[in-house]
């Protein structure tokens, strides 16, 4: 039996928070979600997808999205989300790692999450070559309290846990 070592194991949490923007479209974990803002941001603003980037990046302490993909850079504006999600698999699977599994909150007052949940799990499950039971995607509101309870944004927070790829 293999004896699993800090180094095969490695975790990271991500945060990210977009405000509501007007005459944009609602793009979450990939899919554009009928309602009447979108959020404001650089890139297609995607807080899911880039919280879970900034969880990836975090176990492979190697910074956080915004170094990767800077908001100066004319490339990634308006750009999908679900392509630097793609980088950032990329990058787990040059380190040797693969995605163990994926746990990823949206907190929102609305719109209602739940019937986009599955499409959300299947994109990035698609994106970063995993199974669809290794991500895990809820949605919860504030109760009204804070930025989010006001209506003013959604935010996202997620983990990820990452092992080592057998060697061949």
């Known amino acids: 039996m293999k004896t699993t070592t800090a180094l095969d194991i490695r975790v990271g949490i991500g945060l990210d928070v977009h405000p509501f923007a007007e005459g944009r479209p609602l793009v979450l974990g990939g899919v554009q979600i009928p309602f009447k803002r979108g959020l404001q941001g650089h890139s297609d603003a995607d807080v899911l997808l880039h919280a879970i980037a900034d969880a990836l990046l975090g176990a492979l302490a190697l910074g956080d999205i915004g170094q990767h993909f800077p908001d100066s850079d004319p490339a990634y504006r308006g750009i999908s989300s679900l392509v ?44 970063l070559d ?6 895990s995607v809820k949605a919860t509101t504030s109760e009204r309290l804070g930025f989010v309870g006001r209506g003013e944004g959604i935010a996202a927070l997620a ?6 790829r057998e060697s061949a």
Do not use: F, W
Not at 130 to 135: F, I, L, P, R, T
Not at 159 to 164: C, D, E, H, N
């Open 159 to 164: 983990t990820a846990s990452l092992i080592r």
């Open 84 to 127: 630097l999600l793609e980088k950032v698999g990329q990058l787990v699977g040059e380190h040797s790692y693969v995605v163990n599994n994926l746990d990823a909150v949206i907190l929102a007052e609305a719109p209602k999450m739940a019937p986009y949940i599955p499409e959300m799990r299947a994109k990035i499950a698609r994106v």
């Open 130 to 135: 995993c199974g669809v039971e290794q991500v």
